[in-house]
């Protein structure tokens, strides 16, 4: 096949891209503002109206939580490390058999609007929903920075865009379509946005799927010899000592590099159960049993995808080629986008760059009205007004946050430009299931739990991760780290997760034993709704 590669580095066609994604946008567009009509009042702002049934709300999952890193970061990680990229797959898939037998259905019993509803039900309202409301807003950040450091280097690639300037555009172009989509179209805009963009991600991965499997006579191991041959024949000597099936490429040179692994898988094992964007849509159905079948149709659809990826991984190692991967603008994250161009051309390059900006959007939608909701529903009706305010007030400020997160997300995006996001995401993972997770689990099934426990949990939680992180490799004292000019790193792990969970589940222990009793009326009446559903439609602000 001819290739369309221009000087700069740029692929295919970018009016071509630019067209086919404007399309995607112009018809989302349409569909948001169509939601937007029928949304009245906090419930149909925040859930939806609980009117989606659960394999709409389990495809919506699916498009929530396929993020950039799963379509660009793993692709690429899979292309250039073989066997260790294919491990960030297995971590995220797992990660849902967590959140299907321990949190999905007594979480939507327990609930309202946000996960604080849950973690306050029988706790003190104002500590808690404070502390649970703060580390939602740091989680959705983190998340945040992944999505707009995936939309810049896309970008980069798609549209020739090299300068700083020119990206930090797009990202802000971006920033502002995900207000749009969450001003107007609340969360039944939103999923429907995560809806179609789940069909079209899944549908697209499933074309190249068979298109490489097709150039190797549909013969799995024809692909795996093709991407150890190419990676054997790469100028980067690094790169070519690599065995595609074999561990130990990008985790396993040391001892402390499989610590590091292990810190990364228990991170994204136990974050999604935590992650306050999944959490919020298992309230967007009308019942616990829905929630449940919603979270069995992610995991198939969730699983499908990352199997794709396995076969676009290697086979773009195999026809695309390490060497041309990594030189491309966007680096390892573009290994999707130049496998679409050398195996469909202008036209499958321009679709997949619109779903993988569509991807984008969906995701940052659905962060960016989870945590203006958690603001609006948590921080200033039930701490700042005490539960004396309306639903159209607390719509009214939830908007105004999205707003405010908009902007903040996109200042934050242009910095994280160029970041690897299949890690950033990684690092979301970690604040959820130690700032979150911990105190979850001890809500739904520890009568003895009390408020100073779960503050403890939260905080130390949220507060351990952040300097670890801080104070990590991936921050400084390395070529990759986001500070690469500077040298501060005391903490010898990227991911902090096997510190800051384990740390996090003894100090909500810890706490428990310093404070003093709940009332063990409440402790009844929420274990007996979370296993029943009794009384699940009650308001639960008291």
Not at 288 to 309: C, H, Q
Not at 351 to 380: E, K, M, Q, W
Not at 487 to 505: K, Y
Not at 514 to 533: F, I, N, Y
Request: proline share 3%; hydrophobic share 55%.
């Amino acid at each position: 096949m001819t290739t369309l590669y221009a000087a700069e580095g740029t692929v295919g066609n970018p009016a071509a891209n630019i067209g086919i994604f404007a399309l995607f946008v112009v018809v989302t567009m349409v569909v948001v503002f169509w939601a937007g009509r029928n949304t009245s009042g906090a419930t149909d702002y925040f859930t939806g109206g609980r009117g989606f049934t659960g394999p709409q709300n389990g495809i919506a999952i699916a498009g929530d939580y396929l993020s950039a890193a799963s379509f660009l970061g793993i692709a690429g990680a899979i292309a250039v490390y073989g066997y260790d990229g294919f491990l960030y797959s297995i971590g995220f898939l797992v990660a849902w058999l967590v959140a299907l037998l321990l949190v999905a259905e007594m979480l939507r019993n327990t609930g309202k609007f946000t996960m604080a509803d849950v973690l306050s039900f029988r706790l003190q309202q104002r500590p808690v929903r404070t502390a649970a409301a703060i580390t939602t807003l740091a989680v959705s950040l983190f998340y945040l920075l992944a999505q707009m450091a995936g939309a810049g280097g896309l970008v980069a690639l798609l549209l020739n865009v090299s300068s700083e300037a020119g990206q930090a555009l797009v990202i802000a172009v971006v920033g502002v379509l995900m207000i749009v989509y969450v001003l107007v179209g609340g969360m039944k805009g939103t999923t429907w946005v995560q809806i179609i963009k789940a069909v079209l991600l899944i549908a697209g991965a499933a074309v190249m799927t068979v298109m490489v499997l097709a150039k190797f006579g549909f013969d799995l191991s024809g692909i795996l010899s093709g991407a150890q041959s190419a990676i054997t024949g790469s100028t980067d000597p690094k790169v070519a000592a690599r065995d595609v099936l074999a561990p130990g490429a990008q985790y396993g040179g040391s001892e402390m590099s499989k610590l590091n692994f292990l810190s990364l898988g228990l991170a994204l094992v136990l974050g999604t159960a935590g992650l306050p964007h999944v959490l919020m849509r298992f309230y967007t159905v009308p019942t616990a049993k829905e929630a449940r079948r919603s979270v069995v149709w992610a995991i198939g659809l969730i699983g499908a995808f990352y199997l794709f990826t396995l076969v676009l991984g290697y086979g773009a190692a195999a026809l695309v080629g390490p060497d041309r991967i990594l030189s491309a603008a966007g680096g390892q994250n573009s290994a999707a986008p130049l496998l679409a161009f050398e195996l469909g051309g202008v036209i499958l390059l321009g679709v997949i760059s619109a779903v993988a900006f569509a991807t984008i959007l969906a995701v940052v939608a659905g962060l960016t009205i989870t945590a203006s909701a958690s603001f609006a529903h948590d921080i200033y009706a039930n701490v700042i007004r005490r539960g004396k305010v309306d639903e159209n007030a607390q719509v009214r400020v939830s908007r105004i946050t999205a707003v405010v997160i908009g902007v903040l997300a996109i200042a934050l995006g242009i910095l994280a430009n160029g970041q690897n996001i299949a890690f950033l995401v990684a690092l979301a993972f970690a604040v959820a299931a130690s700032a979150n997770l911990p105190t979850i689990l001890y809500s739904l099934f520890w009568r003895r739990f009390n408020t100073r426990g779960a503050l403890f949990s939260m905080y130390g939680g949220l507060i351990s991760t952040i300097v670890l992180i801080v104070f990590s490799p991936a921050v400084s004292g390395s070529a990759s780290a986001m500070l690469p000019s500077m040298d501060f790193d005391w903490f010898p792990l990227s991911n902090p997760g096997i510190v800051s969970i384990p740390l996090a589940f003894v100090l909500g222990v810890v706490g428990t034993y310093l404070g003093g009793d709940e009332d063990p009326a409440k402790a009844a009446e929420m274990e007996v709704r979370a296993l029943t559903g009794v009384g699940a439609e009650k308001a639960v602000v008291h």
